[in-house]
């Protein structure tokens, strides 16, 4: 499985971006997809991750109610689209797949067996 994430950019504070990851290789609906964010200097976490079909969606606490994730099935894709940005929010973006995940480990990061390149969001004040 490959995947290439895009969609970053410079954007203020209050605009918003879309981010796709594009898998080839096997199709999203057979992955659980989730995205992470890592900031200059800080530790890699979490954003949001959605289950394989008829699985759950899962936020992290500081983009609940910002950030929506979803799947485009037809274009083989996952998208995250993220509404009134702050400049908490800039980082580089990667998404992640894999289709045994348990679920325990979705916000994690570790038991992902695939990572795209990144794609960096700078959100300014």
């Known amino acids: 499985v490959q995947l290439q994430a895009s969609g970053g950019g410079l954007v203020r504070a209050g605009g918003s971006l879309r981010l796709s990851c594009a898998a080839s290789?096997?199709?999203?609906?057979?992955?659980?997809m989730a995205w992470f964010r890592q900031a200059p200097g800080k530790e890699r976490e979490f954003v949001a991750a959605i289950q394989r079909s008829g699985g759950g969606i899962y936020y992290a606490d500081s983009v609940k109610g910002r950030f929506t994730v979803s799947r485009d099935n037809a274009k083989n894709t996952v998208l995250l689209q993220m509404n009134s940005l702050t400049p908490e929010d800039t980082a580089v973006y990667y998404c992640?797949?894999?289709?045994?995940?348990?679920?325990?480990?979705?916000?994690?990061?570790?038991?992902?067996?695939?990572w795209g390149q990144g794609t960096e969001v700078t959100v300014s004040s």
């Open positions: 290789g096997r199709t999203v609906s057979g992955l659980t």
């Open positions: 992640a797949a894999d289709s045994q995940i348990i679920l325990s480990s979705i916000r994690t990061g570790t038991g992902y067996g695939y």
